[in-house]
């Protein structure tokens, strides 16, 4: 238990000490301006810090009698104020426990718990002040048996001057199933709210587990601050990863209020396989990114494959946040990303796959798409120059494959590399869509089969072509829950080249991106196809 106190003189002219006449409390209270109130039966008092102020004495021991404060199921009294105190006077103090008020006057020691009292009689009257509700109004008797219980021995206010904070984390049991990690609050007060941001070291005090709320687990920090003043507060936690955590500030503290954050779990795999194979092949220290935006941060998979970051749904007063989850490769492109808006607090599995392009003439053979041979003949405008002739095979196709809930929504884009991509001259424009002729017009020779039964489902997905390097493909995902999209490019390269050029051009490498939305979670993805 600790005590401090801080004595606050008032400059106003005392209320007499007479018996004679003597007012009501009531009466007394009326005069002071505390007309609007209510009667309470409080016997004790819970921790805080308090102002006791001290309006009026009508005693005759007014200047023997003294006020004092005890923790509950104590003895331990803690003096406010002596015989010589006189109104008006106002002192402070801190109480770390529940607490009691106590009068000792020559007739005896004297208690707001009614039980304590040898006599059996209430010795305080109790009003709280309905224009301030944290102030309590009291009057004392300060002699044994009530004495004539107008309860104007001492008269004084009772004023709790800071109220509870709770910093609560709501998490999920994923997080909470997390072996090592600790949750944390650190804050700091700035007493007017004005800035700039306080210097630290801040205060840091660990969250431990309050309570179960639905589905999720509550670990929470108590403490008190003082009404009026300025905090500036964050969240952190250890042995885990997870993004920068968010300072808030300044915020008046104005009455008990509770400061919470949601946290969840984004975690799950990297494999060298396809969704459909029965045994994906894990790949080991895979660069992970998560980031929201405006902060990031990484991980790398262990040797399952495996990763996983903390992430925050902030208060539901705030924004949701919108996560990005990226698959980066060892030149720092983004080889595939998921996207999830945090409007609440659920886990999050998100396992990237091989998503490759698979080169095939027939559906259901699966090579890795290969190298292709381009052949060139001199040009007969211009000697030393060389042309394409063809390519073999001459034009090719290469399979999509998309796994997801039957019934969920199909939407697969397709990006060639763009005219330039390497050189100029060389790329232009290299890959293009291939086209049929049906009914009198020319269409993209794209196919969509149901991966199961092989079936051609393409009448039940809508192909659209956006430019000579863009095109996509939306539909349904029909009751098998995977589909293959087969798409047939040409290969061309306007003009003529040197002896050199064409030698040079075996070096070059290209990307072909297809990028699957709602892929296998209902969530976006792409993969670079080389």
């Known amino acids: 238990m600790f005590l401090f106190l801080l004595l606050t003189p008032l400059i106003v002219s005392p209320v007499m000490h007479a018996r004679a006449g003597e007012p009501t409390l009531e009466s007394i209270l009326d005069n002071l301006g505390f007309t609007n109130r209510t009667r309470t039966m409080s016997e004790t008092f819970p921790t805080g810090t308090y102002n006791v102020t001290l309006y009026a004495e009508y005693a005759g021991w007014h200047d023997q009698n003294e006020l004092s404060w005890y923790e509950v199921d104590t003895s331990d009294f803690n003096l406010v104020f002596s015989g010589p105190d006189s109104p008006l006077l106002t002192k402070s103090f801190i109480a770390t426990g529940q607490f009691g008020l106590s009068m000792l006057s020559p007739d005896g020691r004297w208690f707001s718990e009614l039980a304590r009292n040898i006599d059996g009689k209430n010795h305080t009257k109790v009003y709280q002040n309905l224009d301030d509700p944290k102030m309590l109004l009291i009057g004392f008797e300060d002699t044994k048996g009530g004495g004539d219980e107008d309860y104007n021995d001492m008269v004084i206010s009772l004023k709790c001057i800071d109220v509870p904070k709770y910093f609560e984390l709501w998490v999920t049991s994923g997080v909470a199933g997390l072996s090592d990690v600790e949750f944390y609050v650190n804050y700091s007060v700035d007493p007017d709210g004005g800035g700039p941001l306080p210097p630290g070291p801040w205060t840091q005090r660990q969250l431990l587990w ?8 509550v670990f929470q920090y108590a403490t008190k601050f003082v009404i009026g003043s300025s905090i500036y507060w964050q969240f952190t936690f250890t042995n885990a990863v997870g993004l920068p955590p968010k300072i808030y500030g300044p915020e008046l503290i104005t009455d008990e209020m509770v400061n919470r954050e949601f946290l969840f779990l984004i975690n799950g795999h990297d494999y060298n396989s396809r969704p459909t194979d029965d045994v994906k092949i894990p790949v080991e220290g895979s660069h992970i990114v998560l980031s929201n935006g405006t902060d ?34 060892s030149n720092s492109e983004i080889l595939a990303w998921f996207e999830h808006k945090a409007d609440s607090a659920v886990d999050q599995t998100f396992d990237f796959f091989n998503y490759a392009a698979y080169m095939s003439h027939e559906l259901g053979t699966w090579p890795e798409i290969p190298e292709f041979i381009i052949v060139w003949t001199p040009s007969k405008n211009n000697k030393g120059l060389y042309k394409q002739s063809s390519t073999n095979p001459g034009s090719f196709h290469f399979n999509v494959e998309d796994v997801g809930e039957p019934g969920s929504p199909v939407y697969i884009e397709i990006i060639l590399p763009p005219r330039g991509a390497n050189d100029p001259l060389i790329d232009s424009p290299n890959f293009l869509f291939h ?96």
């Open 210 to 217: 309050n309570r179960t709320e639905v589905s999720l687990e």
């Open 296 to 329: 990031s941060v990484d991980t790398f998979t262990d040797q399952y494959g495996y990763y996983e970051f903390i992430a925050v749904v902030p208060e539901i007063t705030r924004d949701p946040w919108d996560y990005k989850v990226s698959l980066v490769g």
């Open 435 to 530: 086209h049929q002729y049906k009914r009198g017009t020319y269409v993209l020779d794209f196919h969509v089969y149901d991966a199961v039964s092989n079936t051609d489902i393409t009448k039940d997905f809508t192909i659209v072509e956006v430019d000579e390097k863009n095109a996509y493909v939306m539909g349904s995902m029909p009751n098998s829950g995977k589909i293959i999209v087969t798409v047939h490019l040409d290969f061309k390269i306007d003009g003529e080249l040197t002896e050199l050029q064409v030698r040079s051009f075996s070096d070059f490498e290209y990307i072909i991106t297809v990028l699957i939305h709602g892929s296998i979670r209902g969530v976006h993805s792409i993969r670079g196809v080389h």
